[in-house]
T-cell receptor, first 115, second 113 residues
């Protein structure tokens, strides 16, 4: 099992540019989560999907952020336009249904720097 | 709404000494409780979890945690720390029927020789 795979691991961009972060969950996992980690705010849940359907996007900061899950093996988090305050580490996590629900497996994260 | 408090931002422990990291939660019913560890530049790894039953749960790497309902606590312990335990530790709370987890702000653990 390759685990949760995120790309890119590091992204440096300029303010105003579009950023797309990608995530491949563990095969067979039904839920996918996007978290953001900053020194000031810690780990914040941005959005999560169950069976490819967005369930809770109340953590998405504003309209500049969007997330999609077109199929069970792929999700994207897009920021357009990016701003310096978006600089953070973005984590994707997945979990199975049933007795394993709530047990999240995290990817290694995508570190975003917006200049 | 559920919440988690980790009162210690940073703890320093000598190698070989015992460790206890504190976690308090706020939730009306019986929570699901978790401890995760994050090494520098890495994602979060599950150490242990509590769903129900025995209030003392064992995890990986020699860690254990005890659920105390009366104190709304789920403290993490290890009898003897190793230099490789230096990392950031996160407590998290979830609930039955809702898959998302709420994380505490983390405790950074430094090990000194």
């Amino acid at each position: 099992d390759a685990g949760v795979i995120q790309s890119p691991r590091h992204e440096v961009t300029e303010m105003g540019q579009e950023v797309t972060l990608r995530c491949k969950p563990i095969s067979g996992h039904n839920s996918l989560f996007w978290y953001r980690q900053t020194m000031m705010r810690g780990l914040e849940l941005l959005i999560y999907f169950n069976n490819n359907v967005p369930i809770d996007d109340s953590g998405m900061p504003e309209d500049r952020f969007s997330a999609k899950m077109p199929n069970a093996s792929f999700s994207t988090l897009k920021i357009q336009p990016s701003e310096p305050r978006d600089s953070a580490v973005y984590f994707c996590a997945s979990s199975p249904q049933g007795s394993g629900a709530n047990v999240l497996t995290f990817g290694a994260g995508s570190r975003l720097t917006v200049l | 709404a559920q919440s988690v408090t980790q009162p210690d931002i940073h703890i320093t422990v000598s190698e070989g000494a015992s460790l206890e990291l504190r976690c308090n939660y706020s939730y009306g019913a019986t929570p699901y409780l978790f401890w995760y560890v994050q090494s520098p530049g890495q994602g979060l790894q599950l150490l242990l979890k509590y769903f129900s039953g025995d209030t003392l749960v064992q995890g990986i790497k020699g860690f254990e945690a005890e659920f105390k309902r009366s104190q709304s606590s789920f403290n993490l312990r290890k009898p003897s720390v190793h230099w490789s335990d230096a990392a950031e530790y996160f407590c998290a709370v979830g609930e039955f029927g809702n898959e998302k987890l709420t994380f505490g702000t983390g405790t950074r653990l430094t090990i000194i020789p």
